[in-house]
């Protein structure tokens, strides 16, 4: 595997693939532009549910960027809008006002449809639940949402991928057939598969113990420095939040702190100054 300084520089190559990952290749970008290259941002977003007495704030003009190559985490009370700054930046969810941005695209400007296509062509998930099919081989799950979009996975890549979560002796089973562990490797598999631009992941070791839970942001961290893939993750565990680069804390609907380099300690400390109401301290 390439180192972590090289790796980090932009948009490397997966070990034993002939293809650069796709939209910007190292040698063509300048430093100053791998430096703040954003893969997605949030300007000014705004999410209100509700009417009247029953309107609820969820985000209250939040502007934040995640960086390519970065792995962000998201942190904050419950009910602070963690979830619903990770939908509404991965186009899951509408917003009421302010602007959000994946690439280059707006996802203000586009039709349902435009949205759609661009999370499948454009953005990995993965979720607490794993959301596997059933019927489906793991490697079949793995390779769905290129084989929904009629697109031909790159084999190399795949395999690449296949082996960094440790999957390739269980590609013929069934979600039933493995472990929660296993099956949410085959969900960070699949995210993964398609190079996206962005994965977004939603308490993704929420159901997992702690020893999968870690091997799973290990392969999330490893994606992160070793193939430049970026990631972001909604979490209430300081000590997943610690594979992290970054730590956006949430409050209130607001960005209140923000965290480089994190250790499980410190995000505890911070989160311990968080009031029983969400607010900071
Ligand atoms: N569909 C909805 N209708 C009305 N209010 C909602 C809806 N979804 C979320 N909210 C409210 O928006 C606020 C932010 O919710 P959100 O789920 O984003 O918080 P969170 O930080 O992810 O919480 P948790 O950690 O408990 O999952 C909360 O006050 C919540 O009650």
Redesign the pocket.
Known sequence: MSSETASRSGRPRVPGSTRPNRSAPVTTMPIAHRATAVAARATELSKV??EGETQ?V?LDRVSVDFRQAEFTAIM?P???????LMHCVAGLDSFSSGSVRIGETELGSLKDKQLTQLRRDKIGFIFQAFNLLPTLTALENITLPMDIAGRKPDRRWLNSVIEMVGLSGRLSHRPTQLSGGQQQRVAVARALASQPEIIFGDEPTGNLDSRSGAEVLGFLRNSVRELGQTVVM?T?DPVAASYADRVVF?ADGRIVDEMEHPTADAVLDRMKAFDAKGRTS
Do not use: N, P, R
Request: glycine share 26%; aromatic share 6%; hydrophobic share 25%.
């Open positions: 549910y509700g609820v969820a904050g419950s009910g602070s809008g963690k979830s619903t909604v209430h949430l």
